[in-house]
């Protein structure tokens, strides 16, 4: 293995959300009579031992450090940051589970609106940024279904409350797994004019990957949505939800530029891939504590040309 590459397990993402169904469920059930706040000083205590014992440690640090290009002590610091604001994240998925409501502001609503009132199927490209699952309960489809692929391994709490919230705003889950009943799901959503949401930021497995400049050095992102996009050739929004408050997230929405259609295959999907990258890139220099990659997606541990 070459030296400043790391191992392919470094960079799959194979989590869930911690817990069994048992302690997540009674999580619900207690956000029916207590403060928001009195989690989140939980939170904040055992974020030390988070970073301590758990996974994502190396992976936050290494960003702060490496990407952002920050010293020891300020990296350590928003590595403590990103991790307390990944637990709540955490928080107030099952807060909203339990019928607590928050204030969602949209930048660019219309772009959606447009879309969404036309004939035409178009795709949503979200990432692990802020809360990408509040995006569901704000961008609501009037005049098609959102086909919203989610990971098929998550725990079966997570499965149904998901399930009963979506099912308000006309969204339909397609889990994706080891099967290949997502592929039937994204066909139908595309041949029938319907609305398709995916992250695109994280791969599974062998999943193919398409490199990209981001944050100064080469990182690899998964082939799989923008080889979707570019072969159906459809209009694509990035939609990435920040947390800007207690009860308040904030919506950003963009239109992706569509490469020509004389380019060769592969070279259309390459540039689309890094116009996301580029999105993704821009929101995460505004909010570094929420870009929620606790693994390494980078081919190197140097960074090349960073952007100040």
């Avoid at 947390?243 to 904030?250: A, E, I, Q």
Wanted: glycine share 8%; hydrophobic share 40%.
């Amino acid at each position: 293995m070459p030296k400043g590459y790391l191992r392919r397990a470094d960079m799959e993402w194979q989590g869930r959300t911690d817990g069994n169904r048992w302690m997540q469920q009674q999580l619900i059930n207690c956000f029916r009579f207590l403060s928001l706040h009195i989690y989140y000083m939980g939170v904040a205590v055992v974020v030390p031992f988070y970073m301590l014992f758990g996974k994502g440690f190396k992976a936050s640090y290494g960003f702060y450090r490496q990407r952002m290009g920050w010293g020891t002590c300020k990296s350590f610091w928003w590595c403590y940051k990103n991790h307390y604001r990944f637990g709540q994240v955490m928080i107030d998925r099952f807060a909203r589970y339990a019928g607590k409501t928050f204030r969602i502001t949209t930048e660019n609503l219309e772009l959606y609106n447009e879309l969404e009132k036309g004939p035409d199927a178009f795709a949503m490209l979200s990432a692990h940024v802020g809360n990408y699952e509040m995006g569901g309960y704000t961008l609501v489809a009037k005049s098609k279904c959102i086909y919203m692929l989610v990971f098929g391994h998550e725990t079966q709490t997570v499965m149904e409350n998901r399930q009963e919230q979506f099912g308000k705003t006309n969204i339909r889950m397609v889990p994706v797994g080891n099967g290949m009943n997502h592929l039937f799901a994204i066909n139908e959503a595309l041949t029938t004019g319907q609305i398709l949401s995916m992250t695109a930021d994280r791969r599974f497995g062998s999943e193919k990957t398409v490199p990209c400049n981001f944050f100064g050095a080469e990182a690899l992102f998964p082939m799989g949505p923008f080889a979707t996009v570019i072969q159906r050739d459809v209009p694509t929004l990035v939609v990435l939800v920040l947390k800007t408050g207690t009860r308040s997230y904030h919506a950003v929405v963009k239109r992706l530029p569509m490469p020509e259609a004389h380019l060769p295959r592969k070279e259309r999907i390459a540039l689309l891939a890094q116009a996301y990258a580029n999105e993704l890139e821009n929101v995460v220099r505004q909010y570094p504590e929420q870009w929620f990659n606790f693994f390494n997606i980078w081919t190197t541990t140097t960074c090349q040309n960073p952007k100040q």
